[in-house]
């Protein structure tokens, strides 16, 4: 997760009734800034407003309840994050929340499935990025490169070996007093999945999640038709900015790219994603969208694939059954998985 720019004081709950009625459920949205450090929305179909306002509610305090746990930046009165295990690094085990837990030890999972190209244990590089990137931004006159010594040195202290988690003491502690972890790639699709979860065990039936692009359906809308979500154009400068349209049914939808978080440095611009191999902004391609049902997997593969060339990207996915995916070349082409073109409707050419 990115430091917060802008301080928010109030939560900006709003319910609102959009389009009237579909049958017996009317269509509400809420709009919130508060977690993960971006623009999120919840649309629901609900009986009523009162019903609607509870599963609302209550979606969002679980997704700021696992912002605050996830958070590398900031910490919160009686809540041990990840925060509190980047301080102890080689100190001590922390004791934190089985939500904190379980995510951890599923990044290490999918660490292991990757072949690294998504690992929580990047930390002390990312970090050194970050550093750079923010200078760059408040001040683009003295905007610099890392020195590839430094982040040599930091990338010795990266090995998800040594983050060691005892489930059942409640414990994760980082037995290398140089390392961090940056929950990043997988922190935000993570909570959007088990708060969807969570939502589909109260009895939500119909219902869309848009927390910082991360999208993740909930069965159709409200009139049984397709959620229809847009992927963005990398593109910023181009006519069409849509550049495919999917039916997104009971599915998540995540995107990696380029485009969004960059400083530029004599006139080239260098973004946040990292490839562990160079330990400079991966070049492979210029976005990558993932679909799948699980938001958490969505999140961690589209930062995988974006670290892999498109060849190997689909050779990583034959191993993941049910995932598709679309690629931006770095000359504008598109590239699907076999599967990808039935999920879409007319394919925008991008411009």
């Known amino acids: 997760m990115r430091k917060s720019i802008c301080v928010f004081v109030a939560l900006l709950l709003t319910l609102m009734p959009l389009t009237g009625a579909m049958g017996e459920l009317t269509r509400y949205k809420a709009t919130f800034f508060d977690v993960f ?33 996830f958070d590398i930046y900031n910490s919160y009165d009686g809540i041990p994050n990840i925060k509190t295990v980047n301080d ?39 970090s050194i990025w970050h550093k750079y990137r923010e200078a760059g931004i408040n001040d683009p006159t003295t905007a610099k490169l890392p020195e590839m010594a430094d982040l040599q040195a930091a990338a010795m202290h990266t090995d998800i070996n040594n983050v060691v988690v005892d489930a059942t003491a409640g414990t994760v502690y980082l037995n290398d007093p140089a390392m961090s972890l940056d929950v990043g790639a997988i922190a935000k699709g993570y909570a959007v999945e088990r708060v ?5 065990k ?10 910082g692009g991360n999208v993740r359906a909930i069965g159709t809308r409200g009139d049984g038709t397709s959620w229809r979500v847009n992927i963005q154009n990398p593109d910023l400068t181009a006519a069409n900015q849509g550049l495919t349209t999917l039916d997104l049914n009971n599915l998540s939808l995540v995107t990696s790219g380029s485009y969004q978080r960059y400083y530029t440095v004599n006139g080239k611009q260098y973004h946040h994603i990292i490839d562990p191999d160079t330990l400079m902004p991966a070049t492979y391609t210029w976005a990558v969208s993932v679909v799948t049902v699980d938001s958490g997997l969505a999140d961690a593969l589209s930062t995988a694939l974006y670290n892999l060339s498109i060849e190997d990207g ?10 598709e995916a679309i690629w931006v070349t770095l000359d504008g082409q598109l590239v699907r998985t076999d599967g990808f073109s039935a999920l879409a409707g007319e394919e925008a050419a991008v411009q």
Do not use: C, W
């Open 314 to 323: 689909k050779a990583l996915l034959s191993g993941f059954p049910g995932v």
């Open 37 to 69: 450090d971006t623009y999120s929305e919840i649309v629901v179909y609900a009986q009523d407003a009162t019903t609607a306002q509870k599963i609302l509610d209550d979606a969002h305090a679980d997704l700021l309840a696992y912002h605050q746990l």
């Open 88 to 126: 102890n690094a080689g100190v001590a085990p922390v004791t934190v929340d089985q939500r904190l837990i379980a995510m951890i030890q599923y990044a290490k999972e999918m660490e292991v499935k990757t072949n690294g190209r998504m690992n929580i244990a990047m930390g002390s590089v990312l």
């Open 196 to 200: 969807a979860q969570d939502m589909i």
């Open 202 to 211: 109260s009895g939500v039936t119909s219902a869309l999640l848009s927390i």
